[in-house]
């Protein structure tokens, strides 16, 4: 089992910075991290994955702007965002994947982007 705590959502302007952070806790390995997130009337989408080995894969949309890294000590994974745009308003889903392999979820963190 993997429980995750996710943080560092909020409202935020055009333009700026946000990171969000991910705690994992429990007894599994976890072989990948990663954030989704999901606008109103849309799908969940991947923004950005990290292995283990620390190996990154970004959606188009967030190349350039946005870094996900993640610390193996701590069980925790970040997204750093930057130059945000309105549409990047959505829950931002923190995600794993242990090496069973099963995935678990976090509860979903608002960013909202807006002047």
């Known amino acids: 089992q993997v429980q995750l705590v996710e943080s560092g959502g909020g409202l935020v302007q055009p333009g700026g910075s946000r990171r969000l952070s991910c705690a994992a806790s429990?007894?599994?390995?976890?072989?990948?991290f990663g954030w989704y997130r999901q606008a109103p009337g849309n799908q969940r989408e991947k923004v950005a994955t990290?292995?283990?080995?620390?190996?990154?894969n970004y959606a188009d949309s967030a190349k350039g702007r946005f870094a996900i890294s993640r610390d193996n000590a701590k069980n925790t994974v970040y997204l750093q965002m930057n130059s945000l745009k309105p549409e990047d308003t959505a829950v931002y889903y923190c995600?794993?994947?242990?090496?069973?392999?099963?995935?678990?979820w976090g509860q979903g963190t608002q960013v909202t982007v807006s002047s």
């Open positions: 995600w794993v994947v242990t090496h069973t392999p099963k995935e678990y």
């Open positions: 990290i292995t283990s080995a620390g190996i990154t």
């Open positions: 429990g007894s599994s390995i976890i072989y990948a």
